[in-house]
């Protein structure tokens, strides 16, 4: 009658609450029901309701694997395993796997009746302790326990032994220094026919490897024999099914028996040799139309490839790979590629046999096996191969899906550059991707072209007439449109004049209005583009001077960008204006080519370069400001002194002369024309590593911030200019440079060290006293060359500083040769404020770097 009034007593079946939750429309109302539930199985027992207790933990249970929390009842399953039945020590055990984990503090007072019922006489109830010790066993418990697991393993009743051995493996997991114990009982267990028990024990026998070498040395002496003979009888037995799936006998036996072959077989040649001749039996005797076939097969070669097998059974292996990647199923090609990765290590030309069929799946529809296999055909790549893989990629890059493009771009330009030995190849190669998918080419690869055709000198007529046709007709790929305006602009006359012609070419006709077509093509193109525009206008710069009868509709296109709001193309406009309209007597040397860029230093620097981009995406420590640098060698370092220390003119502390070791720029197209300058701007930040010299071949310095104001210390080229929006305070100091000058004032000692002295002769222009030509000469007073010679300087920021190369970067030793470089300075407080400045000079000694600084404060009185 109770219970007909309360749904919710302790004595309530678990389907009726199931049936109860389910029926809830909400989570609020499923909440209400299992608070209600919950708050009838406390009162249960804590009025210790021995009826229903299996019944409560039953519903308990379910409630946890709802989510809602049952610490409340850890107890009852104690009280549960400790009572006599089976059916109450069963539940008592499920719940205790269920509720308790190895952490709870709870777990050690059942230690006792684990103890009893592992004892016990009935195998059920063994059975029972077996499962919840190797699902819950704590280190503790496995050594308190052990002993008995020990003692069942010896059980007549299969199962028994089955689940002793499945502890077992527990326990060795647990206590590995316990796995002495297990050793012979796993031997033994070996000879059972019962495969269960043959499985489970081969479990154990592979974590009793890992977990000890001496284990690992006594089975390879006493199992081996078992092992080939159970693998033989499996794979000889007649129809089994019980054991049976898709007409293999237990599968699953096949492959523990082959994982455990392969730990015994690795990197032991006997035991190797031994099981050579049942692993070729498998390989050959096991179908492949069925997944348990398949997976049997898959785990023969990995077996194979891990142990000292012969060249032969090797190649056996691979060709099963090299079948698999001929099946339809995905997951099975995907394997059969990843193991191929590994094999190729191994024996690299049975892995070449299946090239044909490799390069078919970097075509497949399923992307995880296009990227897989195209990492496969780039470790496939060596000298004999390279030109047909590459064909291959190539003219598949032309039809591949645009997510893919990006992945197969970057492999075929490093395949391209890691393997070309023939210039002319390595350009036609790198032309067509160019024009097949330029807009996916990273920048540091286009660079590395560049250097390559301004080395290439024989190549460079060919090379500018390729790039113009493709930029006919592939204008739309963006690094292929740099390419081309950057080749056309320094090899213009090569294209119209069709000079340096190859046998392979035929003659194009392209006049000078063509050439400049093309880059205004590519300035209004790509409008949004600044760095594209940017070297378009250098293009057009240097196309006035190679085509003079182009000036004016050239000086015409570079005026339209004078209002740009991007000031970087502001101020090129205006400087490149500036040098067509009034610079026409240097204008020639002063546009002449590039000079032709160290392919060698550049390749080591850009390598260099990513390799400390990578390991400071890796680790990258912390370091304190002002504090030493930790190199992985474990010197310290001091860190370069800012450009802040340069600029503190207002120090009463003397100069300080340092004589230390420094590294090497790590931006290497900075250092492409030999040129270190330093940003004089009042922030004193040091040069953006981001800063192009291939961008920006004609601006001396830093460029100015784009969509910033102008920097107020340092301006290039032009003069004073009012532009909309933006009105920059220019400069031209390419005016005056053939006026008179006169020196008026002393040469003085700049610097003067131990090691190298400074001289500064000054010259001023007649009729502009604030600007004043410093000439400065270097003398090495030591008895070794200095090489790699840079020389810097800063000044405070009401002086223009403008810094030309100089005359070499080689100091000859003991003063038997002079180095010397002009500074042109500009004092925009003169009268009110003298010169001041901060040099630093760095070099090398027999490969070591220097460095050299100080401040100068003694310039004559006038300047």
Partial sequence: MDLAINPFSSGTRLRDMIRSIRACKTAAEERAVVRRECAAIRAAISEDDQDYRHRNMAKLMFIHMLGYPTHFGQMECLKLIAAAGFPEKRIGYLGLMLLLDERQEVLMLVTNSLKQDLNHSNQFIVGLALCALGNICSAEMARDLAPEVERLLQSRDPNTKKKAALCSIRIVRKVPDLAENFMGSAASLLKEKHHGVLLSTVQLCTELCKASNDALEYLRKSCLEGLVRILRDVSNSSYAPEYEVAGITDPFLHIRVLKLMRTLGQGDADCSEYINDILAQVATKTESNKNAGNAILYECVETIMGIEATSGLRVLAINILGRFLSNRDNNIRYVALNMLMKAIAIDTQAVQRHRATILECVKDADVSIRKRALELVYLLVNDTNVKPLTKELVDYLEVSDQDFKEDLTARICSIVEKFSQDKLWYLDQMFRVLSLAGNYVKD?????????????????????????????????????????????????????????MLNVEEPITVTESDAVDAVELALKRYSADVTTRAMCLV????????????????????????????????QRSIEFSSIIQRHQSIKSSLLERMPVLDQTNYLVKRAASTQATVLSVKSAPAVTPGGPLKLPNGVAKPPAAPLADLLDLSSDDPPVTTSVPTTAPNDFLQDLLGIGLIDSSPTGGAPSASTDILMDLLSIGSSPVQNGPPTSNFSPLGKETKSVPVTPQVVDLLDGLSSNENAAYPTITAFQSATLRITFSFKKQPGKPQETTINATFTNLTTSTFTDFIFQAAVPKFIQLQLDPASSSALPASGNGLVTQSLSVTNNQHGQKPLAMRIRVSYKVNGEDRLEQGQISNFPAGL
């Fill in 444 to 500: 540091d690869v286009w660079h590395t072209l560049i250097v390559l055709m301004s080395n290439a000198s024989e190549l460079q007529g060919y090379s500018v007439r390729s790039l113009y046709k493709a930029f006919q007709s592939c204008g739309e790929q963006e690094s292929l449109v740099r390419v081309a305006v950057w080749c056309i602009g320094e090899y213009g006359e090569m294209l119209v004049n069709n000079i340096s």
């Fill in 539 to 570: 293009a057009l710069l240097k196309l006035s001077s190679r085509f003079p009868p182009t000036s004016e509709r050239i000086k015409e296109i570079v005026v339209q960008n004078k209002g740009n709001t991007v000031l970087e193309l502001q």
